[in-house]
């Protein structure tokens, strides 16, 4: 069944780029398994995944220790600098860097490991009072600041657009995070690059495609529902 998903998934992003006049290849899909057991991710891995998303540190690191090597985790959750010791240096990618605070502890971990690590600087693009991320207007300046740091490299920018029935009223958020990234290129800051935009959900993956997205971040596409309130009870 999740070969299927992921078939169709598969399908929808070709389909998305062809439409928007792009390759295959300048879109990477995430299969995000926050919730889900082993043997799912494994069955996925099986399929040529190599790229994986997960939430929580902790769910992170323990399924990291459990699966083949050659994955590209990337950590997209929101991170809590007293988490970012256990994450540095191990992770691809992490998409969900969103005050100077937490830059600054991702740098003095990759200081100490004598790495550089790439980020994404997250961007809530429609202001909604529940999601982390910066504001659209602030998000120049924060990027500013955190590019001055040394072991920290800005690759592009993340954003979660808002849960909709109708994934075309997402369009405009995903033009609009695209263009934050055309203005922050056109600065030309220092180690700054705009190369990746991730963008699109199970719901939205296809717009975000079209709109530029460079990585989407399907979970219940590929792995169906979560079920949250079963992982609660059990703890
Ligand atoms: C859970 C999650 C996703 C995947 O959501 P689906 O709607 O299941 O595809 C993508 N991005 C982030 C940041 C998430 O937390």
Not at 17 to 36: D, F, P, Y
Not at 76 to 81: E, T, Y
Not at 84 to 90: E, P
Request: hydrophobic share 40%; with cysteine.
């Amino acid at each position: 069944m999740l070969k299927e998903n992921l078939k169709t998934v598969e399908e929808h992003v070709q389909e998305a780029c062809k439409r928007a006049g792009r390759s295959r290849e300048e879109v990477t899909l995430i299969a995000v398994s926050k919730t889900k057991p082993l043997e799912m991710l494994h069955e996925i891995y099986g399929e040529g995944v190599r790229d994986f998303g997960e939430n929580k540190v902790q769910e992170l690191c323990d399924k990291m220790e459990q699966l083949p090597s050659d994955i590209r985790w990337h950590m997209i959750g929101h991170l809590q600098r007293n988490k970012v010791k256990y994450i540095v240096g191990k992770v691809a990618l992490i998409h969900s860097v969103d005050t100077y605070r937490l830059a600054e502890e991702i740098n003095i971990q990759a200081k100490k490991r004598g790495i550089i690590v790439p980020i994404l600087v997250e961007v809530n693009i429609a202001g909604e009072e529940t999601k982390f991320g910066t504001t659209a207007e602030d998000a120049m300046l924060l990027v500013e600041e955190i590019s001055k740091l040394e072991n920290v490299r800005i690759k592009g920018l993340m954003t979660i657009a808002p849960f909709v029935e109708n994934p075309e009223d997402n369009r405009l958020y995903f033009r609009k995070i695209k263009q934050l990234s055309v203005d922050i290129t056109n600065k030309n800051i220092d180690n700054v690059s705009m190369e990746i935009l991730s963008m699109g959900m199970t719901g939205d993956y296809e717009v975000a495609i079209e709109e530029g997205a460079t990585m989407v971040r399907v979970g219940t596409g590929i792995f169906g529902a979560r079920n949250y309130k079963k992982s609660n009870e059990s703890h």
